[in-house]
């Protein structure tokens, strides 16, 4: 959907965001999120409403982060976002008014980026939902996505343990190539951009053993994702991790030894997620912690 262009589903007009929305969609998002947290006795994603309404404005200001706003009778109902920073795609927050759901909203809410994705030939599409609503887990695969990974969300206060023989540090821009290797090599895929904006920012780390970058994160939480040839990588870099930002960070349940060793460590399960994607899509060839997005 094109700037400035508009069009309506039923009853239902779909255009681009503005940072005017950011009050409107920001105080939909808290609400959204706080209805089912609280519908499912789960915490909730956003502590408050201002915090909903400053993430929502950052989305907006992105140019990596394609947005798409739902009106119905003049009035925002909801949003939805892609971004776009890299070759994989990652959609959200989707979020609808709770006075308006279950009118179709979010189904066109999603199809709008899919099929901005499909004209952008994007090879993968990807997000994470929380697994306690059914409703969007049929939505999405109905859409096409396939369930890949089961996900734990993970909290608690930080560790301060360290992994004999592996050293946590900065990255620097001098490690970027070598953590979108180690991207490629796990995922078949890198997030060069979205590591580069981390690198900037100061909050991307690098593992090294052996003499060599082996694993590498973003940040250890919601928003920032990790890679390792191997657990004891992952390990590090969430022992070493100053704190785990935003509701947790994520871990594939499957991996039952990191698992194990993050509630030995005192640390616990705050929620079930599920990792999702449409296209392509690799097994992972090492150890991971996705973000909320993939």
Known sequence: MDAGQARRSTNTTLRKGRAGDAEALGTICYEAFKAISNKHNFPEDFPDRNTGIGFISMLLSRPDAYSVVAESGGKIVGSNFLWESDAVAGVGPITVDPKAQNSSIGRSLMNDVLKRADKNRVPSVRLVQAAYHGR??????????????PLSNIQGSPLGIKIESYRVRRMTVADIEAAD??????????????????????????????????????????????????NNDIKALIGTAEEFAGPGFLLPTRNGELLRWCLANGLKIVQ???????????????????????
């Not at 990792?275 to 060839?285: A, F, N």
């Open 272 to 294: 079930p997620m599920t990792l999702m994607s449409r296209g392509l899509y690799q097994e992972p060839r090492g150890a991971f912690l996705p973000s909320v997005l993939y």
């Open 136 to 149: 969007s887990l049929s939505l999405y695969t109905k859409l096409g996505f396939d369930t890949v990974e």
């Open 181 to 230: 290797a180690l991207s490629f090599r796990v995922h078949g895929h890198t997030r060069h951009n979205e590591v580069a904006a981390a690198v900037q920012k100061g909050s991307a780390q690098v593992v090294e053993h052996d003499g060599r970058v082996t694993g590498y994160s973003t940040s250890v939480g919601f928003f920032g994702h990790a890679v390792g040839e191997s």
